[in-house]
């Protein structure tokens, strides 16, 4: 890989804009985007976002176009020179000399055109090169002085590679400067330095092509990564039902793959199945369930879960995954679910929507997971690959059919990898591209290289700084600076290292190796190793890389805590503070990519505090936001539609409600104030108040509090998701805005006027508006609204109808608006989304390493394809699954370093199955170890004590030492031993819904272990408490969290919560004391996970001082698991074994108690013994409780009374002892001093300073009592109680509060208009003078409709709405408008009649029938006799009758059905039934086969067998060419054939192959020769001599030197008789292939095999030799090896033939342009543009003959012949250009030239029938007709050459008579010179000439044209053949 020129990355910062100091107004952004159109905003807004990283610089493609673009005219024409196929000497040296002149100005463009001709290795070029220099001229050429400096200069530029000039520097070395270059040395000098020069570079490059870049993808291979490539991930329904899955090979993990290809299918192929199986699985049994007969139980299935009666809810904008869908599903039987600690639903799983029995998928990703909206059933999904009509059909369907199916395997994880597969499956389909260390991951090649970049460019090993890593400094205090990093013996020692041996040799590889393993066990401090690599890389990042080409190092990790535990241990090291020190605030070394960093420090660093430091503007962002508040606001507001009263003016804006209504609504607006119309409406809707009884509370709902969540998740830890920074939208905004509009609400508060009822019950009135818009289908019809003139008339229940009309508009209308802003909002996110991803790109480029979890990794791969990482460092490597690691592996990959474990925990499965037979849970680290790839193991562990370390060696590290600092740990606190395995017998749980296993007693034990644990003075976070088994954490926490209530202890201790957690979670983990759970135990002595010896590895190598494990294991034992003896084996040496654990009194170390059961513990209750502690404590008292080890348990709060005095009353302290006493609290009776009254107060109360807390019982100033205390002033309050003024002379009341201003009376009173004398109810204080009446007016208009108008009205206010009266026409017709509108001309339809045709017609009154068109049907007929099909107004056309008719075709008489006006001009398409000479029928028509005389080239597929076997896969017209296939020749040695193409030259095996006769044979004959020659011996005959295996005396049926035959004459004679026959069995010998197994007799294979001259026949059809029964190729056998030999190379000289030959009998396949088959195109512009000589050479001798004949044609005046001739004379050339890319044979040929002479001859007895009608007789006239007739259209069977020659006859003898002027007619054409290819088989005479059969000759009846003699032949040759003979 070469150092290519590092990307730049612009950063184009723009200042963060102000904020807009107006808030932002949903409502007026809705109206504004609701015109807008989303292509708009395309336009607009697509570029509008910041631009955060400039060009990723040009591809190097492009880069050379654009350099050719400014190339000089120059170098232009030295290009087009080199175009040409071969260049002579004057053109070679004025090229040399054109690119030299070019040299110093243009060297650039001057390397371009070399490397894009290959200038220099031209066989022209160095033909002409090496001849100047061999010759007889002593000094150099002037040329070749250019070609030297230009060869030299060429071979400087680095990127140029050597290939390029290699060759012509070795000529110089060679030959140039021994002769021409003695006399000029500086000649001499150049070429010298340019070949060492040369050297250094091929080394480099050999290094940078460690594994080649470009790689050979065969045929079969290539169809199997297409298919890879187009491969759906997620199955259709039909993949499902028929188990589609991708091809599972078998796998051998100890060899190495076929190649590149075969690796990467397996790779995908094993990744998909383990995602998609269980799916594909958990689907199948779901359909066959949903399929069977009874479906009474209930669905259960380990691989899915169902969540049934699911709804398709609206579309949900949600920050950071755009639209998803709601939807919700029945949670009735999921009431036991915890959704806030449960996995089920996990965000970014994926989900199957479907119903009955999965007809269609539609699949989702979870987008959004609320845990308040799981316990209704609500989700967010995103839809993937959205189709509109399957989630259509989805809808439609019934919610009981409807079902969400969840895979219980994580999406994301493998959705990314396997996508990262599928582009590289395509690069290296479309560009040859091979995987990153091949050599290595795919060979498995052991001889590892060096970095590239640990070599400079002149192969000078890179200076590096190890200062870094130096933590001990000698007295000479030496700096190690620019230290080459491979040459180790310069490194520090490992003592200034700080290093042991094993970790100092560890250094050394994982540095210098491209792929260096590091092995570590438990607590040997890999971890620790990888931050000192790490540490290295960054401190000397900028001396390996230069700024070009630095891309940052990728450090991966499985968990989120290793990553952060990294990352912490790195920023603790003095190197990296200095690095941190020296750099600015917006430049890091390192960013940690994830959004579930625990950890503060590592936050810090993390990609989202990164983003924030970075100030930017985004249009995109700012419009997203605006988008998605607006559509909050529609969902707000349309909700409270359904539960409010909305603004009358709102709803006239938006124009919802009438003008006509919204007129009539306010009319009574001065009745009620304020005036305005919203009181009008609701004056409106509450006229007739409301009944409460019909009202009902709305129940309010008790929210249960959340527990805290204490499951810990395996997912959860494993998965990485980048948090967002969701910004949400305040609601409270929204409300703000929408509190306006409405005049009833839940967010409004109660109007303070207007209606007493809205006024005293708000909340029942809320109610009522509920209840009435509960069902908004029932509202006013639109003819009924239309119909409606005043509102006020309606009745009360029709109001709320039209209400809720108006209310269904405005929501339909809104709704609207928010599908328009949901697809804008669509739109703004992925804007946005490309932003992000632009920032993050530009942030990871800056810095010097990224870190993530494997599936931070996989769900980043975009991100890591821009990034390039050249250094990648695995963390916990034997963890991660191999295809993780490929697919972060990019091609700018040097460095790769994998550090753990692999006797470990695995990688996790989710194909238990596929495990089974496939292995897939081996890692890459295991698999490169397992193959003896180089690693190093550390041996010493810093963990475990000793005791605990000896569990694990030698049974599984025999080499694993203790280091000294483990062996100072001091013995568990209150425990006999550091180390115990608790043995049990009581058996396992497991729940119904669960696949997983608790222990109740192992669960009990452990918490009360770990409260006596508690009590010796540990705390929450020197305990970890392990099971096997996720179930059983679940059971252990509950208990824990139980008991932890119960210890009294200092809170310090027990402030951080303790790890309870799964076994496969803690790897990479420790802690003081590990508490074990093995939870199995059953009678069938199953063991499950406790089976595993990676499980096992981890569950006993966590502790570092203490470890109790309890388990049955005695039926551990029984079990017979080897490394689990072992360890048992071991615990009852060192006496850690029992059914008793030992606990000891830390206080009396002489009194232990004995442990087994739970109840046991009871004995120690406070963690000591059951003798009394006595202890007395700081406070004066004693401690009574037992006795305990630990004596922090005294700076407890003392819980005991307190004895003190508090007052001089002597009143004792009623607290605890603990407490402060304060004041006495004692209750005493007491008299105040103002009021004397005696009061009950605490003791510390003092009267004269206190108020008196009596009730008072004085009256206030405005009449009513005072209700406060007595102590209080009386007019500190306002007064509540309701007022007591009289407001107006009628005496009413004033019904508000007594400090409230009564204003107005305000009380309904019936008052009387003095105008009109109507009543109205009318607040007491209104004037009826100053309103008009409202009352419905009773007056007439002029027009004479009744007013419908007010009372205090004029009725000429408004237009009369009424219909109008008056009459329009003399027919008395009444006018159908208003009453107010312009009546106009009678439009009212009647009858007419027309005069012209008599027919009647309904047309407008005032119309006249002249002048409009008589629609009804037309009763002419037309002149075919047809009748018209038009109308009688319309004109009859003649021409296109439209009658289907039966029709015969005038030229070749088939009957067809077609339109009547085609008949005269209609193509034949009948289909043509002839069978071709192929077999294959004909795929032409009548038309195109000019009826069977011309049939089109056949382009079905060939069916011929070659001779190497395979089939042909050309065209069936064409000759088959040679075979492209992949070679399945072989030998013994290559079974699988070789690597190369059928039609190349095999590579001959130099292997040796030995046949003799064994040593008893007689005849002794004996031959060793290389694989591909023939032996020299010949065959033996004699029987083998040795016994068969079954029997001593059973003797072998085989020949002597062949292998024996693995069939017995006497053991397996009815076998043997149903392969030879009853009559063939006692005699015969047998020979068996090697390759397929299959039996024959001797002399069948031998007359098969042709092995004997007698054998031989004549002409044999050439084949390759195959086995008679199962056509396997034979390729291994002593007796036939020579016949094989010969039969490849025969199969070779074919091949031969077919290159040497191409001209002759394989043409050049052209491709047809499309404008040759355009029929629309001149012939002459086809002719032109076709690329195939021979067709062109074709077309214009058919042209040259018809061309005169067809123009004269043209000139006549009957159109019918001038039509048909046309036809057939394009049908001619159509057929022609048919063959444009297939080719020509004879037949063929001789059929149009038969065709061409019939034409001919037709035009010209047309042509002497029409121009010379006037002298001919009528007998002669009869004749030619007689002769057209036979000629005009002939089908292929019944056409005669005859025909043609009796009418050539007839023509030249009536011209003759006449002596008329016609043309002589030509002769008939020839196409010797056309190649015609040859279809025949290929064919081996007894002379062993080879050659194809004639076409057209009998296969069966082959003749040489070698072996043909005259006499053979049986023709005499003439002169000039007799020459060429």
């Known amino acids: 890989m070469g150092r290519r020129r590092r990307r730049s990355f612009n950063y184009v910062y723009r200042s963060k804009r102000r904020r807009e100091r107006s808030p932002f107004k949903c409502l007026e952004y809705i109206q504004k985007t609701s015109h807008t159109n989303s292509n708009e905003w395309r336009h607009n807004h697509h570029n509008s976002g910041d631009t955060w990283i400039g060009n990723l610089g040009w591809a190097t493609e492009e880069r050379e176009e654009l350099l050719w673009m400014w190339t000089p005219s120059n170098l232009q024409k030295v290009d087009n020179t080199l175009e040409k196929e071969k260049l002579d000497n004057s053109d070679i040296k004025w ?32 033909g002409n090169i090496v001849e100047s220099i061999n010759s007889d001229h002593q000094d150099i050429d ?57 050297k250094v570079r091929e080394w480099y490059e050999d290094l940078q092509d460690d594994s080649p870049s470009k790689i050979h993808v065969p045929g079969p291979l290539r169809a199997i990564l297409h298919t890879l490539i187009t491969w759906l991930i997620l199955p259709t329904s039909e993949m499902v039902d028929k188990d589609e899955h991708p091809p599972l090979w078998p796998r051998d993990l100890r060899a190495p793959y076929r190649g590149p290809v075969h690796y990467l299918i397996e790779q995908f192929s094993l990744f998909l199945e383990d995602f998609i199986a269980p799916l594909r699985r958990g689907i199948k049994n779901y359909m066959n369930y949903v399929r069977s007969q009874g479906m009474q139980s209930s669905f259960k299935d380990e691989n899915i879960r169902v969540y049934r009666r699911v709804r398709l809810l609206d579309n949900k904008c949600i920050h950071g995954s755009g639209v998803c869908l709601e939807v919700q599903f029945d949670t009735n039987t999921m009431k036991r679910v915890r959704w806030d600690s449960c996995n089920f639903l996990q965000y970014g799983n994926v989900v199957c929507l479907t119903y009955d029995d999965c007809p269609e998928l539609v699949y989702a990703l979870i987008a959004n997971r609320d845990v308040q909206q799981l316990k209704d059933g609500k989700i967010f999904l995103k839809v993937l690959n959205e189709n509109p009509q399957s989630l259509g059909r989805l809808r439609r369907k019934q919610q009981s059919r409807l079902v969400m199916i969840e895979s219980k395997s994580f999406f994301m994880v493998y959705n990314r990898t396997l996508e990262s597969f599928q582009n590289m499956a395509l690069r290296m389909l479309e560009n040859n591209e091979n995987i990153p260390f091949a050599r290595y991951l795919v060979d498995l090649n052991t001889d590892v290289r060096e970095p590239l970049y640990t070599r400079e460019k002149n192969f000078e090993s890179t200076g590096v700084d190890f200062n870094c890593l130096v933590k001990i400094k000698k007295g000479t205090s030496k700096q190690y600076k620019k230290i080459p990093i491979l040459d180790v013996e310069k490194w520090p020692t490992r003592e200034e290292m700080g290093l042991n041996e094993d970790q100092y040799n560890a250094l050394k590889k994982c540095l210098t190796k491209k792929i260096g393993i590091l092995q570590g066990p438990p607590g040997t401090g890999k971890t620790w190793m990888g931050v000192r690599i790490v540490e290295f890389l960054l401190s000397n990042f900028r001396n390996l890389f230069t700024n070009e080409e630095s891309r940052p190092i990728l450090l991966l990790s499985y968990t989120n805590h290793a990553l952060d535990q990294f990352f912490e241990k790195l920023l603790e090291l003095e190197s990296i503070q200095r690095m941190l020190a020296g750099m600015s605030r917006f430049k890091i070394p390192f960013v940690r990519v994830g959004g579930r960093c625990e950890n503060e420090k590592v936050k810090e660093y993390s990609l989202n505090v990164q983003r924030k430091k970075i100030k930017y503007w985004s249009d995109n962002r700012a419009e997203m936001q605006k988008s998605l508040k607006s559509v909050k606001f529609i969902d707000t ?28 609504l306010i009319q009574v607006q001065s009745v009620f104030p304020p005036n305005n119309a919203n009181d009008s409406l609701l004056a409106w809707l509450f006229e007739n108040g409301v009944d409460y009884n019909q009202t009902n509370e709305t129940p309010t709902t008790n929210k249960t509090e959340l527990t805290e969540d204490d499951l810990f998740l395996q997912e959860s830890e494993r998965r990485i998701l980048d948090d967002d920074d969701k910004s949400k939208v305040d609601e409270n905004e929204n409300l703000k805005e929408i509190s306006p509009l409405f005049l009833l609400s839940s967010i409004n508060s109660p109007p303070n006027y207007l209606l007493d009822n809205i006024q005293s019950n708000y909340v029942a009135i809320l109610n009522f508006v509920r209840k009435m818009l509960s069902n908004p289908d029932d509202c006013i019809s639109d003819e009924m609204m239309r119909g409606v003139d005043d509102v006020w008339d309606l009745c009360h229940k029709e109001r709320w109808r039209l209400y809720k009309f108006w209310i269904r508009d405005i929501s339909f209308k809104f709704s609207n608006r928010r599908n328009r802003l949901v697809k804008l909002f669509d739109d703004y996110s992925k804007a946005v989304e490309n932003e992000r991803f632009k920032q993050d790109l530009g942030i ?13 990794a996989a769900t980043n791969m975009n991100l890591l394809r821009e990034i390039q990482p050249r250094i990648v460092v695995v963390e916990e490597a034997a963890q991660v699954h191999e295809q993780h690691i490929i697919g972060c592996l990019t091609k700018e990959l040097q460095h790769l370093i994998l550090i753990g474990d692999h006797q470990q925990l695995r990688p996790a499965m989710n194909n238990y199955d596929l495990k089974r037979s496939h292995k897939t849970d081996v890692s890459l680290m295991e698999r490169l170890v397992m193959n003896k790839f180089p690693f190093h193991c550390l041996t010493y562990q810093h963990r475990m004590r000793p005791e605990i370390s000896r569990m694990l060696t030698p049974a599984i590290y025999p080499t694993l030492k203790n280091h000294s600092s483990v062996l100072s740990y001091q013995n568990i606190k209150g425990m006999k031993h550091n180390i115990f395995c608790v043995n049990h017998q009581k058996f396992e749980n497991q729940s119904e819904f669960s696949t997983s296993y608790t222990n109740d007693f192992e669960a009990d034990m452990i918490a009360q272990l770990y409260k006596y644990l508690i009590l010796q003075g540990y705390s929450n976070a020197d305990i970890t408490i392990l099971s096997a088994y996720n179930d059983q954490v679940r059971k252990i926490r509950r208990k824990v969290t139980e008991i932890s209530k119960t210890i009294r202890v200092s809170e310090r201790r027990l402030e951080s919560r303790v790890h309870i957690t799964a076994v496969d979670n803690f790897q990479g983990e420790e802690n003081r004391i590990i508490l074990l759970s093995l939870v199995r135990s059953n009678a069938e002595c199953k063991l499950g996970h406790l089976g595993d010896p990676q499980r096992i590895c981890v569950s006993l190598s966590r502790a570092k001082e203490g470890l109790y494990i309890f388990g049955n294991f005695e039926m551990i034992d029984n079990r017979k698991n080897m490394l689990w003896m072992e360890i048992i084996k071991t615990a009852k040496e060192i006496g850690v074994f029992g059914e008793n654990i030992s606990l000891v009194c830390q206080n009396h170390p002489k009194t232990i108690t004995k442990v087994s059961t739970p109840q046991d513990f009871g004995k120690v209750p406070d963690g000591g013994c059951t003798e009394l502690c006595a202890t007395q404590l700081q406070c004066g008292h004693v401690c009574e409780r037992q006795c305990h080890g630990d004596d922090s ?35 005493v009776m007491k008299k105040f001093d103002i009021c004397k009254h005696e009061v009950e107060v605490p003791c510390f109360v003092d009267p004269a300073s206190t108020p008196c807390p009596v009730k008072c019982t004085k009256t206030r100033s405005c009449g009513h009592p005072c209700t406060l205390k007595c102590g209080q002033s009386c007019d500190k309050l306002p007064c509540t109680e309701r007022c007591l003024e009289i407001l107006c002379d009628s005496g009413h009341p004033c019904p508000k509060k007594c400090h409230e201003e009564c204003g107005k009376c305000m009380t309904k009173v019936m008052k009387r208009f003095d105008s009109c004398g109507h009543e109205l109810k009318v607040p007491c204080y209104l004037d009826l003078a100053s309103i008009s009446c409202p009352v419905k007016c009773t007056r007439t208009r002029q027009c004479g409709h009744p007013c419908t108008l007010k009372c205090g009205q004029s009725c000429d206010q408004v237009p009369c709405m009424e219909t109008c009266l008056k009459m329009v026409c003399d027919r008395k017709h009444p006018c159908p408008k208003k009453c107010h509108e312009d009546c106009g001309k009678c439009s009212k339809l009647v009858t007419k009649k027309y005069s012209n045709c008599g027919h009647e017609n309904e047309i407008p009154c005032w ?96 069916t011929r067998t070659l001779v190497c076997g395979h089939a042909c896969s050309d065209f069936c017209w064409n000759p088959c060419p040679p075979c492209s296939k992949r070679c399945e020749r072989g030998c013994v040695h290559k079974r699988n054939g070789c690597s190369h193409l059928c039609k190349n030259l095999c590579e001959p095996c130099e292997e040796m192959s030995n046949w003799i006769c064994y040593d008893e044979c007689e005849n002794e004959f004996r031959s060793s020769e290389k694989c591909h020659k023939d032996y020299v011996r010949p065959p033996c005959n004699k029987r083998c001599k040795k016994s068969l295996i079954c029997k001593p005396n059973h003797r072998c049926i085989g020949l002597c030197g062949e292998n024996c035959p693995s069939i017995c004459k006497r053991c397996d004679r009815k076998k043997l008789t149903n392969i030879l026959g009853e009559k063939s069995v006692d005699d015969s010998l047998v020979v068996q292939l090697i390759d397929c197994g299959h039996i024959f007799m001797v002399d069948t294979m031998d007359e098969y095999m042709r092995l004997y001259p007698e054998h031989f026949i004549l002409d044999e059809k050439m084949a390759l030799k195959t086995c008679l029964e199962c056509s396997t190729p034979i390729r291994s056998s002593g007796r036939y090896k020579n016949v094989i030999n010969q039969t490849y190379s025969d199969i070779v000289e074919v091949n031969r033939k077919c290159k040497v030959e191409t001209n002759n009998l394989f043409l050049k396949k052209y491709k047809i342009q499309r404008n040759v088959l355009d029929k629309d195109m001149p012939l002459k512009e086809r002719i032109a543009c076709c690329r195939n000589r021979y067709v062109r050479a074709v077309c214009k001798r058919v042209l040259k003959k018809l061309c005169r004949r067809y123009k004269a044609i043209l000139a006549m005046d009957e159109q019918y012949n001038i039509r048909e001739i046309a036809k057939t004379y394009n049908v001619i050339f159509d057929w022609i250009f048919h063959h444009s890319n297939v080719t020509f044979v004879h037949e063929e040929l001789e059929q149009l030239n038969d065709e061409v002479e019939r034409f001919s001859m037709y035009i010209d007895l047309v042509l002497l029938k029409h121009v010379w009608e006037i002298i001919l007789l009528q007998t002669e006239k009869d004749l030619i007709q007689y002769h057209l007739l036979k000629l005009r259209c002939p089908d292929g069977d019944t056409f005669n050459r005859g025909d043609v020659v009796s009418a050539q006859a007839v023509f030249d003898k009536i011209r003759e008579k006449h002596c008329l002027w016609m043309p002589v007619r030509e002769r008939r054409m020839s196409f010797k010179d056309v190649v015609c290819g ?13 050659y194809l059969s004639e076409v057209g000759g009998s296969v069966d009846d082959p003749r040489c044209p070698d072996c043909l003699s005259p006499k053979e032949d049986g023709l005499p040759l003439n002169e000039e053949e007799m020459e060429v003979a």
């Open 1878 to 1890: 040859k279809r025949g088989n290929w064919y081996k005479c007894s002379k062993g000439h080879i």
């Open 95 to 126: 090229v040399i000399q054109s690119l030299t002149s070019e040299i110093d100005n243009e060297l650039e463009q001057v390397c371009s055109v070399i490397t894009k001709h290959d200038f220099f290795r031209r066989s022209d070029v160095f």
């Open 142 to 198: 002037d040329w070749l002085k250019d070609l030297v400096k230009l060869v030299v200069s060429v071979s400087k530029q680095s990127n140029i590679k050597t290939v390029y000039t290699k060759t012509i520097l070795g000529l110089f070395s060679s030959l140039l400067l021994p002769t021409k270059c003695s006399n000029d040395p500086l000649i001499e000098d150049e070429i010298g330095n340019a070949f060492e020069n040369l």
């Open 1193 to 1227: 348990i005294h700076n407890l709060l003392c819980q005991k009374p307190c004895l003190k005095i508090v007052c001089e009353s002597n009143h004792p302290c009623p607290k605890k002892c603990h407490k402060e006493c304060g004041k006495c609290m004692t209750k």
């Open 637 to 664: 507001l349309l909700s409270f539609l359904q539960e409010g009263i909305i603004s009358a003016d709102f709803l006239k804006s938006e124009e919802i409600i009438s003008s006509d209504h919204y007129s009539s």
């Open 1407 to 1502: 119309m006249d029938p002249a002048f409009v068109p008589c629609k009804a049907e037309c009763t002419k007929k037309l002149q075919c006799g047809h009748p018209c099909t038009s109308k009688c107004g319309q004109s009859c056309d003649d021409d296109l009758c439209k009658v289907m008719i039966q029709n015969m075709h005038p030229q070749c008489r088939h009957i067809t059905i077609i339109k009547c006006y085609k008949k005269d001009e209609y193509i034949c398409r009948k289909k043509c039934t002839e069978i071709l000479e192929c077999g294959h029928p004909c795929q032409g028509n009548c038309h195109a086969c000019s009826n069977g005389r011309l049939h089109v080239p056949c382009k079905e597929k060939c």
């Open 844 to 856: 990871l480029t800056s810095c010097y390493m990224v870190g993530m979890t494997t599936t931070g």
